[in-house]
């Protein structure tokens, strides 16, 4: 088959780009070479993030914040340097408009629980849609039952893409926020996330962006697509495990009372009375995880200085070959075929139970995922058990595609 | 032949084998002939917990003896389950609950299997000790 | 002055200790070397901790839970393997009673907003101390608010040690929980900890202990002392910056509703209902920092290694000496003088404000902590703008005790 | 002496002195020689927010010239607030609001100070720019 993808130049040295991922040089399973495509659950480091956490570690480890000495002041400006390159990395327009939280987990359960209890009341109503993450279900759940306001779900059609005109028409003043993923981390739908925030923003409902499956694959500019919040996870781009990212509209979270309290989120502490710090210090109890906010910050400028727009362009030729070459499987049955996607892959293969065909394909040294992928009402929705999931970074090949198809063609032929 | 006896011989059997394709070969060969509960048992009660697939898991004892039927959503898992039967079933309830299983570390199956996968192979082997003591004072009483 | 310390031969080979902590290897302030006692902030991370990092990256990096892979599972055992390895830290009697957070104020937060709203409800009362640290203040100010229960406060005596008679006097009824701290982060009192868990269980009222200045200095069993719950921060005992522990008896956690919703804290999840994972996953919400609590692991097991009794009966010569020393200086005042203590020595010189002595210790290559130290309450009844901290760890000397002492001496000259 | 005469003679002033506990010497000095502020503008008002130690400023025209006094509890702080007035009182509101103060970067007082203390500095300047300009609105209206 005459593939465009393969025939066009990859937009990146991808041979290059491998040799700053030590995990990718070095591991092997079963004593093959690790193909990884489990890239959605997290992703690997590159060299300077692990030398950026060394260097912190045997440089400068301190406390941030009120240090007179001058390892502390040190690690207070590297950790507020992160926050500036976080922020310039999704154009932000305040640096104190980025939280750190331990993840997006971490992000949207503050959002639920600081916004949910200022603005939500009974009968009120969260918007979500058919296809979120767990993360992005559970937190609302938690606060619609407290508050006594409901959830309701915008329904989505059979190739996994969001019905605009059902939100539409759920679109009402009852609303009181939309949270909605931007890429579905099961079907790598595209969701029309500017059309959302427009149509939200024009009834003055504020959207919050999980954009933890959007972040490493799409450039964002909020002060172009204007989400109200925006939630994002730093082991998913790159950087450590244990932080992440809230960015959130000043005016916003100027108008939500902190989350959690301890140090560093308040002015002043009297058993009476206490006052909370400004932005960012109100949403940040506790000592921080410096370190995973530097590592994070290495990451950023890394995938800055590769180029964001030569990772997507790679990236969309290697998911247009990935779909064309799995295509050829006998029996494959993709779950999501968007129009629009990003990263993520889900296939089943006749009726061979998704566990199994992860395992051989673990056997034969690829990595991927099944099950439900925390999206369980997608699997109801869709009547399967689960998926297979193989989700691409740049760091991956055209090479490994195949390998992925072939163990997955001897797999099936094995369990058929 | 003796639970030890069985054990030692499906060690055996995959010591033959060396690549691990070739021992999933097997397993799934095993999965495809497991003897399947009939289908009144397929119940919730039967399900067993902690496993990424479905599994069910029937019991019943004659002349003393407790034979095991089962059956899962997956083909790997009913391989499992299709070894755990072969080593177990027909034997007495006090041979079972006081069995040593040790051929799943032998086989190398433990730190093969996926963590969920081998998570569910010893909830059903717990289960299965656990109807074999259940029986036992049952025949006790 | 016949020192008693001094003369008693060093518990640790403290010069083979220093080997194993890069950063007092090769770190220099303004050309000097630097003599770290900001240890009550944070502290140091022996090599050992910063390979367990590197080789997490570079060999296993990957999701944990539910991964079908190779090294998912890898992750997946490292990670409960750490889980194990703090349990037995403070021997608990079941992992799972071990949930790992961002640190101690997060561990707090958890358990003031889950026990509270469960818990807690108009008119009762919340006992805290005079000195807790402001993360063991807030989150009880936020729930009282929230419910409507009061928090009281066990006053301490000029020394800087709690009043236990009033502490007797103010259990009763009315109050539902105890959250003290067990050492002072600013006057280094270690609190009667047993003495108040008994009495707090004899009128079945559980006890919250912040062992965020306690788990590095004192050995602590969770069986022996039953605390109901005990948090601590990984970054203050040799650990990555970013994790924490929040240790709950079981009995209590399996009572209280999840603190965050999102991914593997569920067992299933419809939009309709979802039904919560089992512990220790209930309280742990979104994808947990592997790194950090491997990190954390290493740095407990590299304690272990090290002797605990060894590193306390250092510790104790060492701030014994300290006091000793520091007594010395021409109108020195500590602040805190309890006849139990541990890790931190506050104090003032005249009336010199805490803050010019501090910047001239750090100029001077030492690096100790001023200001409130996240106490501000107790700052309030002692009328004073705040201390200089010296907090002592057991890879400090006595040679840098002296070189304290000198540099006292020297900015107190300057600034009188 | 023109604001920038002032500032280019601190900076000499200071390159003079080789050891940073000098500079600090000199520092504190000042610090002790600090026209203060009289007790009655010793106000909340006139406090500046963002340093550890409290900083009060207070500000008077005087023949179109303004003059600053001032006071903290710190005296580390007290000599960086005198050579703030050293350097801008004196001058007309004009000439402070449009001056460029770069003597704080040249003796590198701000990397070399705690970040608190080095804010500190910066609202301190603020604030007196703040003054100029707001004497500046006065005196055009
Ligand atoms: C007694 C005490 N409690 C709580 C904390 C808060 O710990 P963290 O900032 O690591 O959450 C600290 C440390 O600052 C402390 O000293
Ligand atoms: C779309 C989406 N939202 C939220 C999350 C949760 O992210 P984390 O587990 O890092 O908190 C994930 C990742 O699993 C995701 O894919």
């Keep these: ?416 | 032949m003796t639970i030890n006896e069985k054990q030692d011989e499906l060690i055996a059997d995959f010591s033959m084998m060396e690549e691990w394709m070739d021992k999933y070969e097997y397993i799934i060969q095993l999965g495809k002939e497991l003897p399947l509960i009939a289908e009144q048992y397929k119940t919730d009660d039967n399900l067993i917990k902690g496993c990424q697939s479905r599994v069910w898991l029937h019991t019943e004892l004659k002349d003393g003896k407790l034979f095991f039927t089962g059956d899962s959503d997956a083909v790997i898992t009913k391989g499992l389950i299709s070894l755990m039967i072969s080593v177990l079933s027909g034997h007495t309830p006090k041979d079972i609950a006081a069995s040593d299983i040790y051929f799943i570390d032998a086989i190398g199956l433990r730190s093969h299997l996926s963590p969920t996968r081998s998570n569910g192979l010893l909830s059903m082997l717990k289960q299965m000790k656990l109807y074999a003591v259940a029986y036992m004072a049952k025949m006790e009483s």
């Design chain 1, 1 to 416: 088959m005459d593939n465009v993808s393969t025939l066009a130049a990859p937009a990146l040295d991808v041979a290059r780009i491998r040799k700053d991922f030590p995990l990718l040089q070095q591991a092997t399973v079963y004593g093959l070479p690790l193909v990884y495509f489990d890239n959605g659950a997290t992703t690997q480091k590159p060299q300077v993030v692990l030398d950026t956490l060394e260097q912190y570690y045997t440089g400068y480890n301190s406390n941030v914040h009120r240090g007179v000495h001058h390892l502390s002041q040190k690690a207070t400006d590297a950790y507020e340097e992160a926050r500036k390159t976080a922020a310039a990395y999704i154009n932000a327009q305040y640096s104190h408009e980025v939280i750190f939280t331990k993840g997006t987990t971490d992000s949207i359960n503050l959002v639920a629980s600081s916004f949910g209890r200022t603005f939500l009341q009974a009968g009120d109503v969260v918007l979500i849609s058919a296809m979120e993450h767990h993360s992005n279900i559970v937190p609302w759940q938690m606060i619609c039952e407290e508050k006594g306001a409901e959830l309701k779900v915008i329904p989505i059609n059979e190739r996994g893409e969001l019905l605009m005109d059902e939100f539409s028409r759920l679109l009402n003043e009852r609303v009181k926020i939309v949270a909605v993923t931007y890429v579905s981390n099961t079907m790598g739908t595209v969701n029309p996330v500017k059309d959302i925030i427009t149509q939200a923003h024009a009834r003055n409902i504020p959207v919050l962006l999980d954009a933890a499956q959007a972040i490493q694959h799409i450039t964002i500019d909020v002060q172009d697509l204007q989400p109200d919040f925006l939630a994002f996870s730093g082991h998913k781009i790159y950087g450590p495990t244990g932080i992440g990212v809230l960015y959130g509209k000043e005016a916003w979270l100027n108008k939500m009372p902190p989350y959690q309290g301890g140090g560093d989120m308040i002015k002043t502490v009297t058993f009476a009375k206490t006052i909370y710090n400004e932005l960012p210090y109100k949403f940040e109890a506790g000592t921080p995880d410096v370190s995973g906010a530097i590592g994070l910050a290495a990451a950023l400028n890394y995938l800055q200085q590769v180029g964001l727009e030569k990772i997507q362009q790679y990236e969309e030729q290697l998911i247009e070959y990935a779909l064309q070459a799995l295509q050829q499987v006998p029996g494959i049955r993709f779950i999501g075929q968007a129009a629009h996607r990003s990263g993520a892959i889900s296939f089943l293969v006749d009726d061979i139970h998704p566990y199994d065909l992860g395992e051989l394909l673990d056997k034969q040294g690829i990595a991927v995922r099944t099950g439900h992928h925390c999206t369980e009402p997608l699997m109801d929705l869709f009547k399967i058990p689960g998926t297979v999931r193989a989700s691409l970074s740049f760091y991956n090949t055209f090479e490994e595609v195949d390998k992925l198809v072939a163990a997955v063609n001897r797999a099936a032929a094995m369990l058929r």
